[in-house]
């Protein structure tokens, strides 16, 4: 039997202006404890901005998602429009900042967001040849907004805003702690709230494992 | 009883240039997971060099060590002058090219490498005040230029030249797997060579848990 692949959409390499580190790490270390072929991809877009993590303010360097998602993935990753979906058994998206900045517009547009038009065509294609689909932290907005009008069941934890926007795309909010999953069996859809919730790696990593054993349990 | 404090010196944020990504998130994780408080720590000095890790190749770029390793510490890190290896338990280095380029000039030297004062001081002042400490990956040629004439006996894996560079200033090198620690009991000194080996975040993981273990039972 070969291996599983499972795809891991990556939005930069940083929490304010990337993706969640610590997110992204887990769910290779998981992947890989459960002898999955991982393949990273990213967009070939510059970042919406740069944020210096030390001090939190903008900076005015220019940086680019799929060469900073690069240093996650150790050099081995793909540009997502090169990437056939059919060749994966499933796809996961890691949190951060840049999975609402630069893989979508929630963090600058809230509600009147848009999806990066890769992604979309990805994680629609993904669904419509019945790949399970893991959406970790802020990220299931972009599931909310791309699979929403089927009613489809996410989780960001528990924040009111935010769970308010997934509704309003037609996705159904339940709340989570952040060592849980909300699991919608009918979409193949599993989300975690991760460190929208916090409190640190070990109950991040916790979710971020359930997620993937899920994740990997409703493959065909 | 309060919670034990480890320091993880931090060197940027990318193993071309900076941490090993992975083996300071899971150093992280399994310091979390112990019950362990962590104080991530970088000096405040630019990179020796920036590379696109797309690309492999280097970039006109200059990039700060400290507000790089800050996107790994999720904003949470300090300066390392501003820190009294007094207030702390132990100290873990993860490795990547910046434990070679930006904590100490292995990486463009060799066996004529300096380690950056502010590191030095740290190691030394932590060790004589009888602190463990655990080296990742490449970090052990800091271990053994700082304690090395007291032969320390340490590991990277099995890369001849790199030993060969450990033992010429008084350090043992000893062969050891990826999954696998050297243990100085004596010294209270272990090592892991997670990326040296490869192949990937399983067994490295594995070995930094039991380095990290390991560490945490030698504080007296």
Known sequence: MSKKKVGVILSGCGFKDG????????????????????ICMAPDVEQTFVVNHLTGERTNEKRNVLVESARIARGNIKNIKDVNPEELDAVILPGGFGAALNLCSFGTEGKN???????????????????????????????????GNEHVKLTIGNDKATAEVIESFGAKHENKNTDDIS????????????????????????GIEK???KV???IK
Do not use: Q, W
């Open 19 to 38: 993706t969640e580190i610590h997110e992204a790490v887990f769910t290779l270390l998981f992947l890989d404890k459960e002898g999955v072929e991982y």
């Open 113 to 147: 967001m848009s999806v990066n038009p890769e992604i979309e065509r990805f994680i629609k294609k993904s669904h419509s040849l019945g790949k399970p689909l893991g959406f970790i932290c802020i990220s299931p907005v972009i599931a909310a907004k791309v699979l």
């Open 183 to 206: 699991v919608d069996e009918k979409y193949k859809v599993v989300s975690t709230p991760a460190y929208m919730l916090g409190p640190g790696p070990k109950d991040v990593a916790n």
């Open 211 to 213: 997620l993937v054993k």
């Open 216 to 218: 990997l349990s409703l």
